[in-house]
């Protein structure tokens, strides 16, 4: 878990990653799949986890499922806030460009 700044929110939130995200994406796929229970029922142990993992409680199963380093491309090394997309060249926030990743 980390700190990012999110460019849908348009503030900081706490992004998961790649670890942590896999097991909201289980979480989630077995709350979509639920018939019983109410909304929040059904996604309580999603909101459980990522409190557990993140001090925060969300309320909104989307806005978690958003909150993915991995999609952002990572935070730029100037100013922190992420490339925006995994493929941006250049940080949109204040213009830094990325570096070339080794092709391995
Ligand atoms: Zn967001
Ligand atoms: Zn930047």
């Known amino acids: ?14 992004m998961l990653d790649e670890v942590e995200y896999k ?12 018939r019983e229970g109410t909304y929040e029922e059904r996604f309580k142990e999603l909101m459980d986890y990522y409190e557990e993992v ?13 909150h993915r380093i991995a999609q952002y491309g990572g935070p730029c090394e100037k ?9 941006a060249s250049f940080c ?5 460009k990325k570096p070339i990743e080794p092709v391995t």
């Open 23 to 34: 097991k909201v994406y289980e979480l989630y796929g077995k709350g979509i799949k639920s």
């Open 54 to 66: 993140t001090g925060f409680s969300e309320t909104i199963p989307n806005a978690i499922m958003h």
């Open 79 to 87: 100013c922190g806030k992420p490339y925006r997309t995994p493929l």
């Open 1 to 14: 878990m980390k700190i990012l700044w999110c460019w849908r929110c348009r503030m900081e939130l706490p």
């Open 92 to 96: 949109a926030a204040c213009g830094n």
